[in-house]
């Protein structure tokens, strides 16, 4: 863990006020906080907590999908992104900020074309470059050996596992400087998350991660820094190692040591 | 707590499933046992007459001696116009019933529309083809008039059958979709369409079914003529319009039954080709 070290890094994602409402109903009061760049940030919290609302705010899915009404600010590299409305710029914004999701989703074609999608809809046409770009991916995602004799297998025809790799692969090929991830690993067994751990550590020199997570264990394996969430507030923000042993609210404390949730 | 008077028991409880059982299982074979007949009483008396002749040569002296090549051409041409400009206006339809509304009181209506669409007798829609088509545009007694009639009848078919096939598509694949940085058409059109695909075929192969038995709108519309088409001007008879006139004006039972035969497979084969893809589809996403 390097949490304490970040004082000085850059600020990639700062949230100022954030609240989200469904229909009304609030999923998140106004929270605050920044995300550093180059970090992996964790969002740890239990079900209803509002993390993934804040997560799916990040790239305006939460706004275009699930109708959701979005309140405050959320800037990326100082530019506002809430303000953001219309197909060509929101899909610039989400090749910049890719996506996770919580249960393994390929797309019912082949590994290749899975990773090929998004940098084909982006205007990417040329074999050769493909071909690099998908090597790269999979090579990021801790998968290519595994997978690089039978690019044209099926996606879907993985084991879950392999899935949530491609997804990750998939994301990666967009050069993204942002991947958010919600519960990226709470389908998957140990060896599988341990390969996407290694890919974020790996990674963070130029992505910035959003970790949403269940599992307390993993925001403390990987996290530089950590926010707890309950019931639809930000409770406490910090470095990790500090979250986890000297936690400023008791409910903090209360929640890591499984009182609750 | 309400108790029900208890009924006096006529049954044993393990007699009345046994009966309440054949029951059920004469029904279901009543059913499937029609279609039996019906296909083996048609086959039957036609099938005897149908041969290579049979389909490649033209009807000479009104259909009573012959084949009936042309009636085929003529079949394959205004079903053909029907299916090439319904197909595209139902998928549209589909689409946006699917995608780009919600649950409303506009998709209501729309729906209702569809529907009611679906109820419409065939010889209305063939009054309807005759005093619009045929009368009004002036495109005659032609496979035109008659495709375009066919393209009205077959539309609620084919709107209603892709706009669930595109609703069965995972919505978890659109948010991928626009996750990566594609708008919502693209979306549709690269992940939600394909996957959809064996679903609109599915009504389209339904449609074309519908189409090639249709009589009662087409003889309106596209005439009775013999002779070959040779553009979407001209007339032509249908092979279900040849049956019902060899029927009607007594030309020929022998030929009657062999145009129905012919007929019977065409659509038996058809039917058989839409639910192997339905099958295939719904297997996909359960």
Redesign the interface.
């Known amino acids: 863990m390097s949490g304490d070290s970040g004082t000085y890094a850059l600020v990639k994602i700062a949230a100022k006020d954030v609240e989200i409402r469904y229909r009304g109903k609030v999923a998140l009061k106004p929270a605050t906080f920044d995300i550093r760049s180059s970090t992996i940030h964790s969002i740890i919290g239990p079900a209803g907590s509002g993390k993934t609302s804040f997560l799916r705010s990040l790239?305006l899915?939460s706004l275009?999908?699930d109708g959701a009404a979005i309140k405050g600010s959320i800037k990326v590299d100082d530019d506002e992104i809430l303000t953001i409305r219309g197909?060509?710029k929101?899909?610039?914004l989400?090749?910049r900020i890719?996506?996770v999701?919580a249960?393994p989703?390929p797309?019912?074609r082949s590994i290749y074309e899975n990773i090929a999608?998004?940098p084909r809809?982006?205007g990417t046409r040329k074999k050769a470059d493909l071909d690099a770009l998908v090597e790269e991916s999979l090579r990021s995602a801790h998968m290519w050996d595994e997978v690089k004799d039978r690019l044209d297998l099926m996606g879907t025809s993985l084991s879950g596992g392999q899935q949530q790799r491609l997804c990750l692969a998939?994301?990666l090929a967009?050069k993204p400087d942002i991947v958010l991830l919600d519960e990226p690993c709470s389908a998957l067994d140990p060896i599988s998350t341990y390969k996407i751990e290694q890919s974020m550590q790996e990674l963070k020199g130029n992505i910035t991660f959003v970790l949403v997570t269940n599992n307390t264990k993993q925001a403390a394996r990987v996290a530089d820094r950590t926010a707890f969430f309950l019931m639809g507030e930000l409770v406490e923000d910090g470095p990790t190692a500090k979250i986890f042993t000297r936690p400023n609210d008791q409910r903090t404390g209360d929640y890591i040591e499984g009182r609750f949730g | 707590m309400i108790t029900l008077p208890r009924l006096p028991r006529l049954l044993h409880p393990r007699h009345a499933q046994v009966v309440a059982k054949a029951v059920l299982w004469a029904m279901t074979l009543a059913t499937v046992g029609v279609l039996f007949y019906i296909i083996y009483f048609v086959l039957r008396r036609g099938l005897g007459h149908v041969g290579w002749d049979f389909l490649t040569e033209m009807p000479r002296r009104s259909g009573s001696v012959g084949g009936i090549f042309s009636t085929i051409v003529g079949t394959l041409y205004v079903t053909g116009v029907g299916v090439v400009v319904a197909t595209p206006i139902g998928l549209g339809a589909a689409i946006y019933l699917a995608e780009y509304t919600r649950e409303g009181r506009l998709t209501r209506i729309v729906r209702f529309g569809a529907e009611s669409l679906a109820g419409v007798p065939s010889i209305i829609f063939g009054l309807f083809g005759f005093a619009f088509f045929v009368t009004y545009l002036r495109f005659g007694w032609s496979i035109l008039s008659g495709g375009l009639t066919l393209a009205f009848m077959i539309l609620p078919t084919i709107i209603r059958t892709s706009e669930e096939a595109l609703r069965a598509v995972p919505q978890s694949y659109r948010e991928v979709a626009l996750s990566l940085g594609a708008s919502k058409w693209q979306a549709i059109v690269r992940v939600v369409m394909p996957a959809a695909a064996p679903g609109i075929l599915t009504g389209i192969i339904l449609g074309v079914g519908r189409s090639v038995s249709e009589t009662a709108a087409v003889i309106f519309t596209s005439g009775v003529s013999l002779k070959m088409p040779h553009s979407l001007f001209d007339s032509t008879r249908t092979m279900s319009v040849h049956f019902y006139t060899l029927t009607m004006e007594s030309i020929s039972e022998p030929k009657a039954y062999a145009t129905a035969a012919v007929l019977v497979i065409t659509i038996l084969l058809i039917n058989v080709a839409a639910y192997t893809l339905m099958n295939r589809f719904t297997r996909k996403f359960r």
């Open positions: 790239n899915m275009e999908l197909a060509e929101m899909a610039k989400r090749r890719g996506i999701f249960t989703q797309l019912p999608f998004g809809i982006a998939r994301t967009l």
